[in-house]
């Protein structure tokens, strides 16, 4: 059984999930059986389809509710398979993808891969090289000398194709923050980096160079991608007729046909559980929690609660919170 690093819910129509099965099959998920010999929710209406299922990394199901943190739409199936193929080992997996951190010669001084470029497992154990040949193996101690694979992240933003706009360092790798600064900037008495647009330095500027002539430009620092608008749609009352979109940027949260920008801190109080406490006599008794799961949003009746979450979330995720 292949240890899938990332729990999805994918999202879409039954006629998308259903498309999306057979290629999550062929990367080694399979349907889960419940007792009886049948799949759990196959061809059901239900609007989500959950890779890792039933606590098993490995299966696949229907769900009414996205159980998992990350949310992706079948809309983007290159996307959906991207992340779905990764598996938490260093070994290349059919449908991973990886970034090239050294140039590969063959004996005859052929180019096989050239770094900074991105490329795709399509076999077990291989990974297909510049003249497309998929059967290019690779073991695991020399793999690690010349591929990383694709975090999160950075497959999420390539298959957005968005533009990279700078680097920033990495989580774990804070501690190089001097370190960097004194090959970046050698000559300069002030050897930090400024934050600009939440980057250390601009794609494609000299500070860029210098780090990855040395070889630390991958291995301390990860892309800034440019953030885009995003438009989500949500759902109201009984029939699709009803949904409509809203736009997030880093201007705000837009609601195009009137115009105007909602009030973000108004928002987060209407969607948040709210705790009443409880009195018995002139004590105190606890509390109860109210967690509404629709709310009337002015003319649009009974958008689920968790819509206006994920619009608070993509708002929140393109302001680097």
């Known amino acids: 059984m292949k240890k899938f690093k990332y729990p999805l819910s994918i999202e879409g129509s039954k006629e998308q999930l259903e498309a999306i099965v057979p290629q ?3 990367l080694g998920y399979s349907m889960f059986i419940r007792y009886g010999g049948r799949p759990y929710s196959w061809a059901s209406e239900y609007p989500y389809l959950l890779a890792t299922f039933g606590g098993q990394q490995d299966k696949i199901g229907f769900n009414q509710t996205p159980d998992h943190e990350i949310k992706i739409p079948a809309s983007n199936p290159e996307l959906v398979l991207a992340l779905a193929a990764c598996v938490d080992d260093s070994s290349p997996h059919f449908g991973e993808f990886f970034i090239c951190t050294k140039t590969v010669l063959m004996d005859d001084g052929k180019l096989a891969y050239t770094e900074g470029k991105i490329y ?15 059967q290019h193996y690779w073991n695991i101690p020399l793999i690690n000398r010349h591929f ?11 298959f957005n194709m968005k533009k990279i706009i700078g680097y920033k360092l990495k989580e774990d790798c804070k501690q190089f923050e001097k370190a960097a600064g004194s090959i970046a900037f050698p000559d300069n008495i002030n050897k930090t980096f400024l934050n600009l647009d939440g980057c250390c330095f601009k794609s494609n500027s000299i500070v860029q160079e210098i780090l990855k002539e040395v070889g630390v430009l991958d291995l301390w620092f990860e892309p800034v991608y440019e953030q885009q608008k995003e438009t989500i749609t949500l759902r109201s009352g009984w029939t699709s007729d009803s949904n409509f979109e809203i736009e997030v940027s880093k201007d705000g949260i837009y609601y195009a046909p009137d115009d105007v920008f909602l009030n973000v801190a108004d928002l987060r109080k209407i969607v948040e559980p709210v705790r009443v406490s409880k009195k018995k006599g002139n004590s105190s008794a606890g509390e109860y929690t109210f967690k509404p799961s629709h709310i009337d949003s002015g003319c649009k009746k009974g958008v689920p609660v968790e819509d206006w979450i994920k619009v608070l979330n993509a708002y929140d995720e393109i302001k680097g919170k």
Not at 120 to 134: A, H, Y
Not at 148 to 158: A, D, F, Q, T, V
């Open 24 to 26: 999550l099959e062929k």
């Open 120 to 134: 795709k497992s399509e076999q077990e154990d291989c990974i297909t090289d510049e003249d497309g040949i998929i």
């Open 148 to 158: 990383r694979k694709l975090s999160k992240e950075e497959i999420l933003n390539h």
